[in-house]
């Protein structure tokens, strides 16, 4: 029987940034997926600004900013007549935003990182059974073999195996029956800046124009007629050809499907985000629609969240209870997401026509407003995330993100994200004298991973920063910011 601290089951985004996570923060793990190699194509096709901070901080955002486009808007229309334009307006006072990247690429990146770390993905290894007892838990692979592992993390998708073995309900309900979904090459005399969607009594269409070598590439996606029967790709392409004249009024001459996929959209929310000595993480926890690409962010973000305390968990620096605070902080803010894209799913495919004459009249037109696009881009970009009502928040906007910034560490020049994952932080003014005597507190309990970070417009007190960029503490105490911490490895307030 061979070993792990922990077993992360599924090499996607989120899986892939949890290990990551871990193994930078010391901890033995090992990556299993029972696909046979990676996906070259991907259903995720933005990474919103949250997501690019968390792979700033994994190590893993690589060249993505340089080979990615960055999304301008989509421009709406009932067939060839333009309601308005949805476009990004990222926050001037941010220094990340959200780039068009295709899933496949984001991953790339991340098993590169993984290498880094002394990790790489088992292909091939599918789940078919898991045990567990109080000193850990064991899983069963499709060839035999049996991998002991103090932890398991099952982010191995909507229809995890993890989770069914580990008897975690999936309450939920169909949003959509049927998408129809092909990246295509064609020969469109359409502007590729922006991307643009069609609204018709059949039904909705949306093209998002996508980077390869080749050169006009689309992402096609309409919803149809609900079908048992399944659709073969040539089937789907064919449609295409077909639909888009037929609701956007123009020609397109589709040279060769890249991929295709037929898929139903779902509301689904697990009953809880852990049984025992089991986690879940990403779309194994939680599906929506993927309108909005709120999808891969969020399963990203949940990585984060877990990485940092399974690792001090594994470590024997914290407490198992630590490990509820991660349903805590990450579960509402999934139920939040699923009823925001829920909502804006059913009002863009407007079934009925006082739903169609809303969405027509009032909301299309409402986002084509400065200030609604500020609110749209805002929200999509997960960046307002707060943790301040969860188990580790407090006054003083403790469980707040705290914005990156320069900084200073040992005289030379750092931003604040690039100091994070695995350590943590503790920010505070050149002249502040209690700053080293916070971080010797924090040590005590963290370990080495603690750097001392200077800014020349300090806070007027020293922070306490976790890997996540997330608010722990603040003050000037260095006992208290040892009871505080102390709480937070108990998983209390």
């Excluded at 064609?186 to 018709?200: E, K, L, N, P, V």
Aim: glycine letters at 12%.
């Amino acid at each position: 029987m061979s070993t792990a601290q922990v077993l992360v089951v599924g090499a996607g985004p989120t899986g892939l940034t949890l290990a990551c996570g871990l193994a930078a923060g010391g901890v033995a793990v090992r990556v299993v997926d029972a696909a046979d190699g990676p996906a070259a194509t991907s259903r995720a096709n933005i990474l919103h600004a949250r997501g690019v901070e968390v792979l700033a901080r994994t190590g893993a955002l690589g060249d993505l900013p340089e080979r990615s486009l960055a999304p301008v808007g989509m421009t709406m229309h009932v067939r060839s007549k333009p309601l308005a334009t949805m476009r990004f307006a990222p926050d001037p006072r941010e220094s990340t935003q959200a780039l068009f990247t295709s899933q496949a690429d984001v991953e790339a990146e991340l098993r590169r990182r993984l290498r880094d770390l002394g990790g790489d993905v088992e292909w091939g290894r599918r789940v078919t059974g898991l045990a567990q007892d109080p000193g850990g838990a064991t899983a069963i692979l499709e060839d035999g073999e049996r991998i002991r592992a103090d932890w398991v993390a099952g982010c191995d998708g909507a229809r995890s195996a993890v989770r069914e073995l580990a008897g975690i309900g999936f309450p939920g309900v169909p949003v959509v029956e049927q998408f129809l979904l092909a990246d295509v090459h064609a020969d469109w005399d359409r502007d590729r800046t922006t991307s643009a969607g069609w609204f018709h009594r059949d039904g909705v269409l949306l093209a998002i124009p996508m980077r390869d070598k080749e050169g006009g590439l689309w992402r096609l996606i309409a919803d149809v007629p609900p079908s048992d029967r399944r659709l073969t790709g040539g089937e789907i392409a064919a449609r295409f050809a077909a639909l888009v004249p037929e609701r956007s009024g123009e020609h397109i001459g589709l040279r060769d499907a890249v991929w295709t996929s037929v898929f139903r959209i779902q509301r689904r929310l697990a009953a809880d985000y852990r049984a025992g000595r089991v986690l879940l993480a990403g779309d194994a926890a939680h599906v929506h629609s993927p309108i909005g690409g709120q999808g891969m962010n969020t399963g990203i973000g949940d990585a984060e969240n877990l990485a940092w305390k399974l690792a001090l968990v594994a470590r024997g620096r914290a407490g198992v209870a630590l490990l509820d605070t991660y349903t805590a902080e990450r579960r509402p803010l999934a139920a939040g997401v699923l009823k925001r894209t829920t909502g804006n799913t059913r009002i863009l495919v407007g079934e009925g026509p006082v739903s169609r004459f809303v969405r027509d009249r009032l909301f299309v037109p409402l986002l084509g407003l400065p200030a609604m696009q500020r609110k749209a881009t805002r929200t999509a970009s997960q960046l307002w995330v707060t943790y301040r009502r969860g188990p580790l928040g407090g006054r003083g906007g403790v469980g707040d993100r705290v914005p990156d910034r320069d900084c200073q560490h040992g005289g030379a020049a750092v931003r604040l994200y690039d100091a994070l994952g695995p350590d943590w932080a503790v920010l505070a003014g050149r002249a502040e004298p209690a700053a080293d005597r916070v971080a010797a507190a924090a040590r005590g309990l963290l370990g080495d991973n603690v750097v001392v970070l200077h800014t020349d417009s300090g806070p007027g007190e020293v922070l306490l920063v976790r890997p996540d960029g997330h608010l722990a503490w603040r003050g000037a105490d260095p006992a208290d910011a040892e009871r505080r911490l102390a709480a937070v490895l108990r998983g209390r307030r």
